[in-house]
């Protein structure tokens, strides 16, 4: 079963997607945020284009454990995003995807100037790896 990886951000949406298998994860593409119902359109179409059986989309908490201003955003594009397809959603915490993203690209040896761009999709590759590490059958 593919697994579609979403990182939602204010301004972009990175989205991953996993092999059939359910055990890689690569980078998809970004959408450019429009408004919550047509993210959830493009996310929506792209996950049933894609064969996907299941949408994971990245939370962030605060240091109390619950939902920072992201995170509720998060929570509010998965309503929407119900909404649109029947496929079934989960919300996973996505504490430092940004910030792991932003490390795997200079450990890469990517140049600054290179690397100044934004990392949404590899963020959302993060948030996939660490939901498929944490579900793994031993």
Same mark, same amino acid.
């Given at each position: 079963m593919r697994i579609l990886a979403?990182?939602?951000? !204010?301004? #972009?949406?990175?989205? +991953?997607l996993s092999d059939p298998t359910a055990t890689l994860a690569s980078p998809l593409t970004v959408i450019k945020h429009? &408004?919550?119902l047509m993210d959830a359109a493009q996310v929506a179409?792209? +996950?049933s284009e894609n064969g996907v059986g299941l949408i994971v989309i990245g939370q962030s908490f605060d240091e109390e454990g619950n939902p920072n201003l992201a995170?509720? #955003? +998060? +929570?509010?594009?998965a309503e929407a995003? #119900? !909404?649109q397809t029947q496929i079934p959603i989960e919300l996973f915490d996505e504490s430092f &995807?940004?910030?792991d993203a932003r490390a795997a690209v200079i450990e890469m040896g990517v140049s600054r100037r290179k690397r100044a761009g934004h990392h949404d999709a590899l963020a959302a590759v993060m948030?996939? #790896?660490s939901y498929l590490e944490a579900n793994r059958k031993s």
């Open positions: 979403v990182d939602h951000g !204010e301004k #972009r949406i990175g989205l +991953a429009v &408004s919550r179409n792209l +996950a995170g509720r #955003r +998060a +929570a509010k594009f995003l #119900r !909404e &995807s940004t910030r948030i996939l #790896r």
